[in-house]
Nanobody
């Protein structure tokens, strides 16, 4: 069973930076998987922020975060990161890490989420 544990959330001022981590376990390798970062703000639907393929590190980003957020993975640590720079109040949300087979559209495994609050 795949398990995902996020960390790194917190309170940051507008213009600041945070790095989220997602530790993945339950498999010897995540080759063939994609890992995604989603977020959900109060009263809004969950949206995908960024995604990365485990084997070849192809990345994709939502337009709202392009140029500010960077997703990466460390295969030795089985960890995915989301570096968030130039944060805005509208980035405030619970951020979730998710994993799914690259060949399928869906994400089947989810972490518990970590709160990111951007406020002065």
């Amino acid at each position: 069973q795949v398990q995902l544990v996020e960390s790194g959330g917190g309170l940051v001022q507008p213009g600041g930076s945070l790095r989220l981590s997602c530790a993945a376990s339950g498999r010897t390798t995540f080759s063939g998987y994609k890992l995604g970062w989603f977020r959900q703000a109060p009263g809004k639907e969950r949206e995908i922020v960024a995604a990365i393929t485990w084997s070849d590190s192809n990345t994709d980003y939502a337009d709202s975060v392009k140029g500010r957020f960077t997703v990466s993975r460390d295969t030795a640590k089985n960890t995915v990161y989301l570096q968030m720079n130039s944060l805005k109040p509208e980035d405030t949300a619970v951020y979730y890490c998710a994993a799914g087979l690259r060949a399928r559209y869906a994400y089947d495994y989810w972490g518990q989420g970590t709160q990111v609050t951007v406020s002065s």
